[in-house]
C-alpha cells in the first residue's frame, strides 16, 4: 500500500467534538491511538453528548476496521488509510509519564514522527497541543468547523441612496437591488446630501430592498432601544424566516426580544401552538443531577435566567389571565425545557428559543435544530466570547459556525446586537473585564 503523504493522529477530543471527522482528512494517513479508542470506552457510558458522540464515533469506526487491517491500514472511501497504532518511541523525553493516556497518546504521535513521518497531532484541547509542540510534534487545532469570529457575518451593512431612490422608496415601501446581498441582510442607507438613514432589509425572492421604519409598536410590552434591537424584532416577527440568529455581549437584549416576540407570535397572533424556551445545562456542572429535587426543581435553578426575561416582559405586558410565569405555563403556552429532553422529539408548530447556544458544538447544533417540524421557528441566541466548554471556542462552536454557514439561506436571519441596553455598569463590565 503506497505510503500517504502526511500522517494525522487524532486526539480524543476530535472525536467528541465531530465523531466523524476523520472523514475530514482526505488522501492522507489517518492514525488512531489505541489509548483513544480506551478513552472513548470510557465515556460511552456518560448520558450527556460527549457520551453519545463517544458511542457514536466507535460504532463509525467498527463500519471502517471490518473492511481491513487496521495495523496495515484501512483504504476509507475518501483515499485515506485509516491505521490504530499503539507506538512508542525509543527514548520517551525525560519526565514524561507513559503511564497517564494524553502522554500516551502524544508519544505515540512521536514514534510514528521518528519513523520518519510527517506527523501532524490533531486535538481541541490547547494545552495537549502545547505539549506536543514541546515533544517537537507539528500539533494543529481540528478546524473543518471553525470560522473566524473577527469576520463573522453581522447581518447588516451601509450603503448609499440617492434623495430621488430615497423618495421612492418611502412612497413605494421597496426598491429594486442589484448589487450582492445575503437573503434577510440588512441595509442602512445614507441618503446623500442629508443626515438622514434610511433601514431596509433585502428582500431575495423578490430582489427587493424592503423599508423598515426605526419606530415599531411595543411587542409585548417591550421597545426596541437601537437599530440592531429593532433589526433583530424584525426577523423575530417575521414568519418567513423560520431560522434567527441574536449575536451579542450580555445586556444586548438577545434572550429578552426572542422571548418577547415568541410570547406576541403565540399569545396575540396564535401563528405557533406554543413557545419553547431551553437552554445547555454547563455552567456549574455536567448534568442537572447535580441540583437536588424533582426534574422541575432542577430545572428551575438553570432557567432561573429565563425566568427573569419572562418576569420583565409580564411588568409591562398586560395580558388578561396571563399575568405571571405560572400562568403561561399551567395554559401550556410556554414550556421550559433543558435540551438533554429535547433530544429523539419532532416539534411542529412551535417557537424554539434555545438560549446560550455558543455552548453547543456544531453537531449538536444540527442535532437540535434538525428537531423543528413543520411550521416551526427557531431562535438560537448567545455571546461567542462566554464559552464554558473546554474544548469549544469563539471560532468553533456551534452558533458561530451556522451563521456563516447558513448566511446565504432564503429562510434564514442574523443580527449582532452591539450595544448593551442593561445599564452603564453592564456595559462597562462587557467590555473591560
Not at 416551526?376 to 461567542?384: A, F
Amino acid at each position: 500500500m503506497q505510503q500517504p503523504t502526511k500522517t494525522f493522529v487524532i486526539d480524543t477530543n476530535v472525536f467528541i467534538h465531530k465523531p466523524d471527522a476523520i472523514l475530514s482528512f482526505r488522501d492522507n494517513e489517518i492514525v488512531i491511538p489505541l489509548w483513544v479508542l480506551e478513552e472513548l470506552d470510557k465515556l460511552k457510558t456518560y448520558s450527556d453528548e460527549r457520551g453519545r458522540n463517544a458511542r457514536h464515533a466507535i460504532r463509525f469506526l467498527d463500519e471502517i476496521v471490518v473492511k481491513g487491517s487496521v495495523i496495515e491500514g484501512v483504504k476509507m472511501e475518501n483515499g485515506s488509510v485509516l491505521r490504530i497504532a499503539s507506538s512508542r518511541p525509543d527514548t520517551i523525553p525525560h519526565d514524561i509519564r507513559f503511564d497517564e493516556p494524553d502522554n500516551r497518546i502524544l508519544l505515540t504521535a512521536l514514534a510514528l514522527q521518528q519513523e520518519g513521518r510527517q506527523v501532524f497531532f490533531v486535538s481541541k484541547d490547547i494545552n495537549a497541543r502545547v505539549k506536543a509542540a514541546a515533544l517537537g510534534l507539528k500539533a494543529v487545532d481540528y478546524e473543518k468547523q471553525k470560522v473566524n469570529i473577527h469576520s463573522l457575518y453581522s447581518g447588516m451593512r451601509t450603503g448609499n441612496a440617492s434623495t430621488d431612490t430615497a423618495g421612492e422608496l418611502k412612497t413605494s415601501g421597496s426598491i429594486p437591488w442589484k448589487d450582492e446581498v445575503n437573503p434577510n441582510e440588512f441595509i442602512e442607507l445614507n441618503i446623500s446630501g442629508t443626515q438622514e438613514t434610511l433601514l431596509t432589509r433585502y428582500d431575495h425572492s423578490r430582489g427587493m430592498l424592503v423599508h423598515k421604519p426605526y419606530e415599531i409598536e411595543p411587542v409585548s410590552g417591550i421597545v426596541p432601544l437601537n437599530v440592531h434591537q429593532r433589526m433583530a424584532l424584525d426577523l423575530l416577527l417575521d414568519d418567513s424566516v423560520s431560522l434567527v440568529t441574536l449575536v451579542g455581549k450580555a445586556g444586548t437584549g438577545k434572550t429578552l426580544l426572542a422571548i418577547a416576540a415568541g410570547l406576541c407570535k403565540v399569545v396575540e397572533d396564535r401563528q405557533y401552538a406554543r413557545m419553547l424556551v431551553t437552554r445547555p445545562v454547563v455552567p456549574f456542572g455536567k448534568d442537572i443531577g447535580f441540583l437536588p429535587g424533582a426534574k422541575e426543581e432542577k430545572l428551575s435553578h438553570w432557567m432561573q435566567p429565563l425566568f427573569d426575561n419572562l418576569e420583565l416582559i409580564l411588568s409591562v405586558y398586560k395580558k388578561e389571565k396571563l399575568k405571571t410565569v405560572d400562568a403561561l405555563l399551567n395554559n401550556n403556552l410556554i414550556e421550559i425545557e433543558a435540551l438533554t429532553y429535547i433530544r429523539g422529539r419532532s416539534l411542529p408548530n412551535q417557537y424554539i428559543i434555545i438560549d446560550e447556544a455558543q455552548n453547543l458544538s456544531p453537531h449538536e447544533i444540527k442535532t437540535i435544530v434538525s428537531r423543528a417540524g413543520e411550521d416551526t421557528k427557531v431562535v438560537l441566541t448567545g455571546d461567542p466570547y462566554q464559552i464554558d466548554s473546554p474544548y469549544l471556542d469563539s471560532n468553533s462552536n456551534g452558533l458561530t459556525y451556522l451563521v456563516e454557514i447558513f448566511k446565504s439561506i432564503d429562510v434564514y436571519g442574523h443580527v449582532t446586537l452591539e450595544k448593551s441596553e442593561r445599564s452603564l455598569l453592564a456595559e462597562l463590565a462587557a467590555e473591560l473585564l
